[in-house]
């Protein structure tokens, strides 16, 4: 995500003014996500699908291994309650159009999207678990990833990225690129991180006047858009303000 730009669509609420006032981003507990299996997969059986798969009698022999240990399961899982996690969608036309975005994250329309930018070394490798675009899927693929692969640091690792950067195909529509941090809360940013800010449909003139003004004031953010309809019977467009 060398200095590219993604997108956070926001309901209007008291959090979003403290993340413009105090400029920050919020790394979420797997807990507080609305996918209920988003990093909170069922490791064990993921490794039982790899077995169910598996043709190689010492490679399914290995991996039992992992379920005969009665306490792998417990603390795979412990590990990672207390991880946080920074979603966002990557930054384009077409994810700024989408309607399921606005929907679901801003409010019906009424909310807005802010669009961040971050340099490639915006994050050191200390701060941060880990990085990527989030892979969306029926079942998580553990094809190849097991197989006569006897190495148990090659296979946390797999699993590792199965457990944190898979979700269910219905998810899509979010391109969903995240970032993962050791502890959950507030992580302060760059001010001028804050690129863009483009309001819904639906957004009340006041909270458009008011967002304007604090992100103004407070992140020096002078780009601000509005969807409005298009010419199209079902589309809109970013107008700027």
Request: glycine share 4%; aromatic share 14%; net charge neutral.
């Amino acid at each position: 995500m060398s200095d590219a730009c993604c997108l956070k669509f926001r309901a209007i609420n008291k959090y979003l003014i403290e993340s413009l006032v105090n400029p920050s981003i919020y790394f979420a507990n797997p807990g507080q996500l609305n996918d209920p299996f988003d990093c909170r997969m069922d490791v064990n059986k993921i490794i039982s699908s790899a077995i169910h798969k598996e043709k190689d009698q010492r490679q399914k022999d290995f991996l039992l291994s992992f379920l005969d240990n009665k306490s792998f399961g417990e603390n795979w899982k412990s590990q990672f309650e207390n991880i946080g996690v920074f979603s966002v969608s990557m930054c384009s036309e077409i994810t700024k159009k989408q309607s399921l975005m606005w929907s679901h994250y801003a409010d019906e329309h009424r909310g807005l999207c802010v669009t961040y930018s971050f340099s490639g070394d915006y994050f050191t490798n200390a701060e941060l678990l880990a990085k990527g675009m989030v892979q969306y899927c029926a079942a998580p693929d553990v094809s190849g990833v097991f197989s006569s692969n006897f190495d148990p640091v090659k296979i946390t690792q797999a699993l590792l990225y199965i457990f944190l950067f898979n979700k269910s195909s219905e998810w899509g529509y979010e391109s969903e690129f995240r970032l993962l941090k050791y502890s959950s809360g507030t992580f302060p940013i760059n001010p001028s991180s804050i690129h863009e800010i483009c309001f819904g449909l639906r957004t009340p003139k006041s909270d458009i006047d008011f967002i304007k003004k604090i992100a103004s004031d407070y992140c020096g953010c002078t780009s601000f858009y509005q969807m409005q309809h298009d010419d199209s019977a079902m589309g809109f467009k970013a107008v700027k303000l």
